[in-house]
Each structure stands twice: as C-alpha cells, then as structure tokens.
C-alpha cells in the first residue's frame, strides 16, 4: 500500500529557548514528513510582539539544526508558501478576517480582564464551565460605534454555533468528539490589532498545505475550535496528532531542575545531537529497534502509529547511555572536533590523534578530558603516598604485562583490558598455589618431620565444590580465590601439620584482606 506523503510543520515561538519537549515534537514532525517523502515546513509564529526576540529565533533555528533537523520551506531559505513569520503575513489575516466578519460570524467585543474574570468566578461559582457569556453579541452597530468613537479598541470574537458536536480523529489518541456549546465564542484578533493564536495558527497550517500537525497534548483542547474556523473560512483542514507531554521523573511536569534543560544547555554540557536524537525517538515512542541509530536511519524506524497514549517521563540515564553511544558510534575526527579547546595543551597532529584513540571510549563529555590531558601534557606526573605503595606492590611483572597487552592492542582500550583478564586468569592457578606456599614434595616433608606418616590427617574426602574448581596440592584441598567472596568458610581444607596449617589459613585471610597479589590486580581495575 503506497505511503501518502506528508508535509508536516514545527512552529516555534522566538519567546525562549528550545526544551526537550519542543525538540521531541520537532523531530517527530521531521521524522513523519521524511519517513513519507513529504515536505517539512518550518514557520515562526511571532505575533506576541512584546516577547519575540531575533536573537532567540536565531539560537533556536541553530539548535535545530545542530541536531541535524532540516527543512523544506523557512524564513531563512524561502519557499513557495512565504513569508513564514507571523509578523509578515498580516494581509493573509485581514482576508480570513474580512471574509468571517461578512458572513456574520465574528463580532467586536468590549468587555475588560476584570470583567471577563469576574465572569469565570461566576460561572465556576454555580458549577458550570466557564465560557465567554456573550455579554457583547448583541450589541448593536451604533452602540458599536459609539464605544469605539470614545476610544475603546474591541477585540473580535468568533461565534462558535450552537448545538454542535466537533470530531476528528486524532493521529494518536483516535477519535475524539467536542460539544460546541462547552466551547464559547473566542477572540480571534486581539484588542491591539494582532491575531490570536486560534486564528494565525489555523489559517497558516491550511495556506501552507499543511497535511499533519503535531503537537503536545495541551492543544488538544484548541483543536475543535480551529476545525469550526477553518470551516467557516471554507479551506483544507489537516490531521492533528497530540504527543503526550513529557514529565520528571516524579510525575510532575517537567522542569528545569528535573531535566527541561534547553538544547542550548545540552550543547553546553557536551552532549552530542545524536544522543539526544536516539534518546527523543524512544521517548513516547516505540521505535522497534534498541540499538543505535544514524541520523539517517531514524525515519525508517519511526510509526506515528507507535507513539504512546500516555505521558513520557525523562530520564537522565538513558540520554546519559545514549551519549555514551554516541561517543563510541563518532569517528576519531569527531571526537577531536567535539572535545575543542579541552586539547589545547597538545600538540596537533599525530600525538593528539593516538591520544584521542585511547581516551574515546573513557570519556563521557569533554571536561572529563581535562584531567587526562594534565596528565599527559605535564613532564612531572603527580604520584600520591597511597598510589605509590599500590605502584611497588603490584610489582614490576604486572606492569611488563599490561604494557605488552596495550602495545597488542593500539588504541583499544576494551581489547586491552580483556586480554588482562583473560592473562590474569590463567595465571591465576600458579598464583594460588604460591599463595597457600606449598607444593606436594615439601607438603610430605612437613609430614615426615612431625613424625606422622604420609597421609596421617589429611582431608578424609573431597570437599563440595563446583566441578572443576579444586586442586589438591600435598595433603590439601586447595580452591580457587575467586570463590573466598561466595565462601565465607573454606570446609575441608587442613594440613599435615599445624605450622602448615597457620600458613595456609593466614593466606586465606590476606586474600580476603586483598593483600594477595590476585587481588592487587583489582585494585588497578584489570
């Protein structure tokens, strides 16, 4: 069955910074309009001219594309359906209105905030929703008249018709039905000449061949009363499909303590667009694949049909896991060019690039650099008392290891400290034995000079242990250290003679004290 082709929109208002919830709905748009070969349309609704402000339009189309959105049709590269700022398209409007106003459903009204408030409080008083009682719709032109020409500006509002039941079906809640007499005539050109959002928002998403809009749930409510608009105006009407909000943690809306940091701030912090890419498509939405996912692969794994009914909760860890992807899934190029002036103490060239290979995978966001970077760029490297003892006891074997392994393993920290384990563990059985400090021959001499013969108090029978776990060494049971954590007691461990005995259990304990050289290798992480 062939895909119909949206064109979908993002509409932002330059009033404040992008949040993640503003993002979300930004990339679902791109995603439903590129998954289907349409057109994404990107329009500025600046009709608050008190609040608008260029330079925060401007950070909000960076931040945009930064995060690797792009689109069609905008103020800034144009477009058939133009201008896309609110603020030019004042002619589109004065139509709607003109046209509205000669059908007789618009009217002037004159009523203050103080009345419309102590209306709500009247009607929330007996009970009933509170709604716009329509104290001016009858007024009649030459009272009109006489308070314009004593200098009250009116607003317009529309008359929404009795008795009427409005229905859609939402793009992801399904089907949803209204009652036009819950809804009450609304103002669709405010007092000072400018459109309200009812309006301004309806007729541009029709002009513009919009198909689908998508937004949070909190237009869910205005979506009949622009249906009756655009009806009125005779034009196209889209498809809407509301996202569930995004909340804390806690369940409470999402604020800036609990993560409704701006995507200004996530630059800032060092998070990749990626990761918040991989992060958003899963955020409310079931995307059918858990691994990472390139810019341009998020479309083929994006259903609007898939989009939850319910309410998204942030959460830190999962963008913090889908940074750390990010991190793996980037070039070495990238990785240079994302940690920036935290290299600035190294040399560029080939000393910078072998020192970005080993960091890559160990760092989350680029202050963690800072450290590493003193270290490596500083002739002197400072050693404390603890961390020099742990140097001498590991000895200088340990060290001869590890660098061998690392020099196998350029540039491959992960690789490097597998093969470590894997080094250590199969040294592990000649470690054990050196630990317990006995060997067959000398357990026998012991025993011989105590005067018992061969065998007089050994351990009458094999103790219970996982197959392949115990070795005998002399007359004694012998377990890997490993198991100490999961045995608290060793059962069947006993020797010929008392001082090998002591021995034996005084090993035991410095390995439980992490004084064995096994353990010791813990301690450096390997």
């Given amino acids: 069955m062939p895909v119909t082709a949206r064109v979908t ?35 500025v609704e600046d009709t608050d001219a008190g609040r608008s402000q260029d330079p925060l339009l401007e950070r909000q189309l960076d931040d945009l594309r930064w995060l690797g959105i792009t689109w069609d049709e905008g103020p800034d590269v144009g477009g058939p359906h133009g201008p896309y700022r609110q603020s030019e398209r004042s002619f589109v409007y004065a139509e709607s209105l003109q046209k509205l106003q000669a059908n007789g459903q618009t009217y002037p009204c004159f009523c203050s905030p103080e009345e419309l408030q102590l209306s709500r409080k009247t009607q929330l008083a007996a009970g009933r929703p509170p709604r716009y009682a329509r104290t001016c719709a009858g ?10 020409d004593s200098g009250k500006a009116p607003a317009i509002r529309f008359r929404v018709p009795d008795h ?18 819950d809804i009450g005539d609304f103002i669709i050109r405010r007092a000072d000449g400018s459109v309200s959002f009812f ?3 309806a007729v541009d998403d029709s002009t513009m061949g919009i198909t689908l809009v998508l937004r949070g749930d909190d237009h869910l409510a205005n979506t009949p009363r622009q249906l009756l608009l655009l009806e009125a105006l005779g034009m196209p009407l889209p498809d809407y499909g509301h996202l569930p909000l995004v909340l804390a943690p806690s369940g409470t809306p999402l604020s800036k303590r609990e993560g409704a940091a701006s995507l200004t701030d996530l630059r800032a912090q060092g998070f990749l667009p990626g990761a918040i890419c991989n992060y958003l498509i899963r955020l409310g939405h079931a995307c059918g694949h858990d691994g990472w996912l390139a810019m341009d692969q998020l479309a083929s794994h994006f259903d609007l049909g898939r989009t939850s009914h319910s309410a998204a909760r942030f959460d830190d860890a999962q963008l913090r896991h889908w940074q750390r992807e990010a991190v793996t899934h980037s070039t070495a190029a990238q990785i240079e060019q994302w940690l920036g002036a935290h290299l600035d103490a190294l040399p560029a ?9 080993v960091v890559k995978g ?20 400072p050693i404390s008392v603890e961390a020099a003892a742990q140097i001498t006891e590991a000895g200088p074997d340990f060290f001869a290891s590890a660098g061998g392994l690392l020099a196998a393993n350029t540039g491959d920290f992960k690789h490097w400290t597998r093969d470590r384990r894997r080094d250590r563990s199969q040294r592990r ?31 009458p029978g094999p103790a219970r242990t996982r197959a392949g776990t115990r070795r005998k060494i002399g007359d004694a049971h012998l377990f890997p250290i490993s198991e100490i954590g999961e045995r608290p007691q060793l059962r069947g461990i006993h020797a010929a003679d008392p001082e090998f005995a002591d021995r034996t259990q005084g090993s035991i304990q410095a390995a439980r004290a992490g004084q064995g050289p096994h353990v010791r290798l813990r301690h450096h992480g390997l």
């Fill in 164 to 181: 009427r039941t409005v229905e859609f079906v939402d793009r992801v809640h399904g089907p949803q039905r209204f009652q036009s007499d």
């Fill in 429 to 459: 059985p000649a470690l054990h034995a050196a630990a317990l400090g006995t060997d067959r021959r000398n357990a026998r001499a012991r025993t011989r000079a105590a005067g018992r013969p061969d065998g007089h108090g050994a351990c």
């Fill in 362 to 381: 160990n760092v989350l966001f680029p202050t963690e650099v800072d450290e590493l970077v003193a270290v490596v760029a500083s002739d002197a490297v």
């Fill in 9 to 43: 929109r993002f509409a932002p208002s330059p009033t404040g910074a992008l949040h993640l919830g503003n993002a979300r709905t930004a990339l679902f748009s791109w995603l439903a309009a590129r998954a289907s070969g349409g057109r994404f349309v990107l329009r």
């Fill in 199 to 201: 309006l301004g928002n």
């Fill in 349 to 357: 060239g080939e000393e910078r690039s072998k020192f970005v290979a």
């Fill in 139 to 148: 007024l009649s032109q030459a009272e009109v008249q006489r308070r314009i």
